[in-house]
């Protein structure tokens, strides 16, 4: 079956521009998750949702970053004013759901973001 | 606060001996430990995970994990190296009392030597 699909797989954007990044989970799943991974690190929670509203978006750095998933499904993270600093590899997952219990997450391959 | 140690940022290892790569975490509750691996250009996928009962989790292509409460460490490991098992791995943890997020390890470098 499907995985979970990202879009673009690269975007090259200049400095003061606004990106937005798509996320399609895998069919069925009503928990999305997004992740920044930046060279040699691990991927660094962002936000989740379960449903269409974010469960927890502590891990947005700044007012700069948004995500929608206005339909439970797809979702977008936006990401205004773009810094050389936000360059990095925008990860998505998705889950069955989300709580106390484990529900193993599954990645996407990905977007690439390099702001010059 | 939840967090993961991954004290080796390579690990080097001959393709046929048993290889090791460490995992220490802090965690408030029980953890859910997991492990994932990441080769280049692709999604991280995932290896194995600790939930409850036996300490020893077996996962995807031969590779094995043992919870250690006492030490909080969920090395991961493997029998027999093979070059095609040369990647990124990544070790994570969660509060099972909590909500779905995962905290990541900085990741180690595993190089299998033909």
């Known amino acids: 079956g499907a995985g979970v699909s990202q879009t673009p797989s690269n975007k090259v954007t200049e400095k003061g521009k606004y990106v937005e990044l798509r996320c399609d989970p895998i069919s069925g799943h009503t928990a999305l998750y997004w992740y920044r991974q930046s060279l040699g690190q691990g991927p660094e929670f962002l936000i989740y949702?379960?449903?269409?509203?974010?469960?927890?978006d502590s891990g947005l750095p700044n007012d700069r970053f948004f995500a929608v998933r206005p339909e439970g499904s797809v979702s977008t993270l936006k990401i205004q004013r773009t810094e050389r600093g936000d360059s990095a590899v925008y990860l998505c997952?998705?889950?069955?759901?989300?709580?106390?219990?484990?529900?193993?997450?599954?990645f996407g391959p990905g977007t690439r973001l390099t702001v010059l | 606060a939840q967090s993961v140690a991954q004290p080796e940022d390579q690990v080097n290892v001959a393709e046929g001996n048993p290889l090791t790569v460490k995992c220490t975490y802090s965690v408030s509750g029980n953890p859910y430990l997991f492990w994932y691996v990441q080769y280049p250009n692709r999604g991280l996928q995932f290896l194995l995970k600790y939930i409850t009962g036996d300490n020893l989790v077996k996962g995807s292509y031969g590779f094995e994990a043992e919870f250690n409460k006492s030490q909080t460490s969920f090395h991961l490991k493997k029998p027999s190296a093979l070059v095609s098992d040369s990647a990124l791995y990544f070790c994570?943890?969660?509060?099972?009392?909590?909500?779905?997020?995962?905290?990541f390890g900085t990741g180690t470098k595993l190089q299998v030597i033909p």
């Open positions: 997952a998705s889950s069955l759901a989300a709580g106390p219990s484990y529900n193993e997450q599954f």
């Open positions: 994570a943890v969660r509060d099972a009392g909590g909500y779905q997020k995962v905290t």
């Open positions: 949702f379960q449903g269409t509203g974010a469960a927890d």
